[in-house]
DNA sequence: CATCAAAAACTCC
DNA sequence: GGAGTTTTTGATG
């Protein structure tokens, strides 16, 4: 989901590969999986400081988060959605790790209940997963349900929080 | 620009 | 296994 607005790419190395992190000049807009391509992320030549700043909070959120561990801070988030889709979001982001919500608890918990679909298609358009823990959500009956970057992701961040599927 | 149709990481009967 | 709810997105007039 890329709107038109100058964002920057920088990569993130960690034991699980490279991700890639765009941010605007507002914030981090967007956290991309480990890619097979390697798609040279150019690093302009003028890297402002306040990005260089928010580039090491997601770093160690995202290493932690792999590690199994709460983030002890986080950049600013420029979530690019809808009202709707911030919502999903907002609400994804106060469940605790190791804990899961099912897709119906979060359509509850922005005002509505019957939207159990809708939520799913908002998951699906988490710009920013890790960080915004779209994988904590699982279906009503425990199903993993799907994920954006691929099934295997979403199981390897559970067990790194010790959710047992 | 307004309207219609189809799809989506679901849930309930 | 089938129907129902909500939102988004792309096509159509």
Sequence with gaps: ???ATVTFTLPILTSDGKFLAHYS????TELDFPQANPKAAKTPVALPAD???WHRLTEAAL???LAGKEPAKLPPLVPLGTIFQKSVW???RAIPLGKTRSYGEIAEAIGRPKAVRAV???CGANPIPVLV?????LAANKKIGG???GLAWKRRLLEAEGVHV
């Design 133 to 137: 823990p779209c994988h904590r959500v």
């Design 25 to 28: 000049e507002q914030g981090l």
């Design 51 to 53: 990005i260089r700043s």
């Design 1 to 3: 989901m890329i709107l």
């Design 63 to 65: 290493k932690s988060i």
């Design 120 to 122: 799913g298609g908002a």
């Design 147 to 149: 994920f954006g970057g």
């Design 90 to 92: 907002t609400a994804m």
